[in-house]
């Protein structure tokens, strides 16, 4: 009896050389829903557990090249997103989004590495506004990206809140830089807060985590799960993971994601 084939999910994101975060983490996420990842490298890093120190982006008609010469080649169920390092990607992924309008996107809209180095000036953050968020299916910020993008307010008094900019239909923000007990995600759907998640708050800080759940995430969305399931089971996942995370490096605990 032959098996039948796994769901195909593409990431487009930066290489991380830790495998904290990155290419590497997004692999690893998608292949335990049993899923089969393909990747398209956006950038190349230098950074170790502390920080990102050096960005090289990759040319965007080669980012183009990598992403048409496996879709042409396999059936992909969803893209996910990561780091895209520059305006020029953002348009020219934009543009490939538009050619499969029939494939979810989830994107993780990496603005800033773990130890605090700023990933995204004003420009790109506008080129993400003007040409990329109204083509993504799940958003999944956390607090300090979700102000970024006038998604939310800077001070938020009460919950639920009705989001700032609801052209997404879907955002999870998820709430691990609040000064919170407890860690509490949310996910809002046409600007209102369909539901909220509490999980307990792990003590150490963690490299890739946004990575982690996006990707997840998406493995589950190409398994056939509706997408309240598949950010349930996500961030069940990502907590499993980072509940288990070791200190492999001077800086942040990587995620242990089995």
């Known amino acids: 009896m032959s098996k039948s084939l796994p769901p195909i999910v593409m990431t487009l994101a930066g290489h991380d050389p830790t495998g904290g975060a990155g290419i590497q983490a997004d692999m690893e996420a998608i292949r335990a829903t049993g899923c089969y990842p393909v990747s398209v490298v956006t950038c190349l890093t230098v950074q170790d557990t502390n920080n990102v120190y050096a960005i090289q982006t990759v040319q965007s008609d080669f980012v183009l090249q990598q992403a048409r010469t496996l879709l042409a080649d396999m059936p992909i169920q969803v893209f996910k997103l990561g780091l895209l390092g520059s305006p020029e990607n953002i ?126 995430i998406s493995g589950w969305l190409a398994q056939g799960f509706n997408l309240q399931e598949a950010v349930q089971k996500g961030q069940t996942y990502t907590w499993n993971s980072l509940n288990q995370a070791q200190c492999l490096g001077k800086g942040q605990h990587i995620p242990y994601r089995t």
Not at 103 to 109: G, K, L, M, R
Not at 120 to 130: G, M, R
Not at 152 to 176: A, F, H, R, W
Request: aromatic residues 8%; proline residues 6%.
């Open 91 to 216: 348009i020219a992924i934009s543009q490939l989004l538009s050619e499969y309008p029939h494939i979810p996107v989830v994107f993780d809209p990496v603005l800033a590495a773990g130890g605090g180095l700023s990933l995204a000036d004003n420009e790109l953050i506008d080129c993400l506004k003007k040409y990329l968020l109204p083509k993504v299916t799940l958003l999944t910020p956390n607090i300090p990206e979700a102000i970024e993008l006038g998604i939310m307010p800077k001070k938020v008094s009460s919950y639920p809140i009705v989001l700032l900019n609801s052209v997404n239909q879907n955002i999870l923000i998820t709430g691990t830089h609040s000064d919170s007990q407890r860690v509490y995600n949310r996910l809002y759907c046409n600007g209102k807060l369909q539901y909220e998640t509490a999980w307990d708050r792990l003590k150490y800080e963690y490299h890739g985590s946004g990575c982690t759940l996006a990707a997840n």
